[in-house]
């Protein structure tokens, strides 16, 4: 693929042509800068840019044409005037049926060197490289140019490849599907939805019967008679129900068999602990709690007493020893103490 990238400029005007594909090594075919005298009309110098760039596209014939996007500057006069000179280099290629693409520089450093804010230096050595080129194009307009061509080679043929397949699935007629007697036909986009839709339905329909069906169990549950519980015959020595847990668990008929039994069961464990816990208070003797005295031995030897020296120091006096800060131990006699 041969692409001519142009940098747009009324004074400088970089343009250079390569070959290549991506993935494959670049050749340089040409480059140069097209200068337009800065007193001139900017009718006449408009006219200089637009033969230059016609007589390169005849000579080269070019599949695709890549023009920098004018971006917002401070200096105003600078962005019209590249503008301009861009706009001149879209009609020469939209006269000869040429493609034409748009890159920022941001996408262009990227494409080169893999940061959109490398410096014109940067990608002046990256273009050397790639091109395989001896020396460094002058001046830097023709890097530039050299660099759009790059960029569009690399990213604008896969996002022409990407068009062009958009475009040819648009473009492509429907098969129809050959339809019953009385049947409208259908397109092959509606028999592939139609063919996915069964399986769909069915898990749906399968969802809408289980919540259809939920609140009818619901009602044959509640519908349901209640079974009454049955009494659970003591065995021996355990003590009857009182009449309150019998009504209790008479006004409980809609609870399952196995719950009634176990709450019975359990009513009839705390009666029997209850039972067990209190003592009868007639023919039963009130036990006295020991006393201390019942613990301590039936003889028991008075302690051994020692004599204490005289001039021994009190607890007191011992207490108010202090260190000093030499390591030394100083005792302080507690007032009313021995000397």
Same mark, same amino acid.
């Given at each position: 693929?041969?692409?001519?990238?142009?940098?747009? =400029?009324?004074?400088?005007?970089?343009?250079?042509?390569?070959?290549?594909?991506?993935?494959?090594?670049?050749?340089?075919?040409?480059?140069?800068?097209?200068?337009?005298?800065?007193?001139?009309?900017?009718?006449?110098?408009?006219?200089?840019?637009?033969?230059?760039?016609?007589?390169?596209?005849?000579?080269?014939?070019?599949?695709?044409?890549?023009?920098?996007?004018?971006? %917002?500057?401070?200096?105003?006069?600078?962005?019209?005037?590249?503008?301009?000179?861009?706009?001149?280099?879209?009609?020469?290629?939209?006269?000869?049926?040429?493609?034409?693409?748009?890159?920022?520089?941001?996408?262009?450093?990227? !494409?080169?060197?893999?940061?959109?804010?490398?410096?014109?230096?940067?990608? *002046?050595?990256?273009? *050397? /490289?790639?091109?395989?080129?001896?020396?460094?194009?002058?001046?830097?307009?023709?890097?530039?140019?050299?660099?759009?061509?790059?960029?569009?080679?690399? /990213?604008?043929?896969?996002?022409?490849?990407?068009?062009?397949?958009?475009?040819?699935?648009?473009?492509?007629?429907?098969?129809?599907?050959?339809?019953? !007697?009385?049947?409208?036909?259908?397109?092959?986009?509606?028999?592939?939805?139609?063919?996915?839709?069964?399986?769909?339905?069915?898990?749906?329909?399968? /969802? %809408?019967?289980?919540?259809? !069906?939920?609140?009818?169990?619901?009602?044959?549950?509640?519908?349901?008679?209640?079974?009454?519980?049955?009494?659970?015959?003591?065995? !021996?020595?355990?003590?009857?129900?009182?009449?309150?847990?019998?009504?209790?668990?008479?006004?409980?008929?809609?609870?399952?068999?196995?719950?009634?039994? *176990?709450?019975?069961?359990?009513?009839?464990?705390?009666?029997?602990?209850?039972?067990?816990?209190?003592?009868?208070?007639?023919?039963?003797?009130?036990?006295?709690?020991?006393?201390?005295?019942?613990?301590?031995?039936?003889?028991?030897?008075?302690?051994?007493?020692?004599?204490?020296?005289?001039?021994?120091?009190?607890?007191?006096?011992?207490?108010?020893?202090?260190?000093?800060?030499?390591?030394?131990?100083?005792?302080?006699?507690?007032? =009313?103490?021995?000397?």
């Amino acid at each position: 693929m041969r692409v001519l990238g142009v940098d747009p =400029g009324l004074t400088r005007c970089g343009i250079g042509v390569i070959d290549g594909e991506p993935g494959r090594t670049l050749r340089l075919v040409a480059t140069d800068v097209i200068r337009t005298p800065a007193g001139d009309d900017i009718g006449a110098r408009l006219l200089a840019l637009e033969i230059e760039i016609d007589a390169w596209l005849a000579r080269h014939q070019p599949d695709a044409v890549a023009v920098e996007r004018v971006f %917002s500057q401070h200096n105003v006069r600078t962005v019209m005037g590249t503008a301009q000179a861009g706009a001149v280099a879209i009609v020469c290629a939209a006269r000869r049926g040429v493609p034409v693409a748009l890159h920022t520089p941001s996408e262009v450093k990227a !494409a080169v060197t893999g940061s959109g804010r490398a410096d014109k230096q940067q990608v *002046t050595e990256m273009v *050397t /490289r790639l091109l395989r080129l001896g020396e460094r194009p002058r001046p830097a307009d023709c890097a530039d140019a050299l660099a759009l061509a790059i960029c569009h080679l690399w /990213r604008g043929t896969a996002q022409h490849r990407l068009a062009a397949a958009q475009a040819k699935a648009g473009a492509r007629p429907a098969q129809a599907i050959p339809a019953q !007697a009385g049947e409208p036909q259908a397109t092959a986009g509606e028999a592939r939805s139609a063919q996915a839709i069964p399986a769909q339905a069915g898990a749906a329909q399968a /969802r %809408s019967a289980q919540q259809a !069906a939920a609140p009818a169990r619901s009602a044959q549950q509640a519908a349901a008679p209640a079974r009454p519980a049955q009494a659970r015959p003591a065995q !021996a020595g355990e003590p009857q129900a009182t009449a309150g847990e019998a009504r209790s668990a008479q006004a409980r008929p809609g609870r399952p068999a196995a719950a009634q039994q *176990t709450a019975a069961a359990r009513q009839a464990g705390r009666a029997r602990g209850s039972a067990s816990a209190r003592p009868s208070l007639s023919g039963s003797a009130v036990r006295p709690s020991p006393s201390a005295s019942s613990f301590m031995p039936a003889s028991s030897a008075p302690l051994p007493q020692t004599a204490i020296p005289a001039g021994t120091p009190s607890a007191a006096s011992l207490a108010a020893a202090m260190v000093s800060r030499s390591g030394r131990v100083s005792v302080r006699r507690a007032p =009313g103490g021995p000397r």
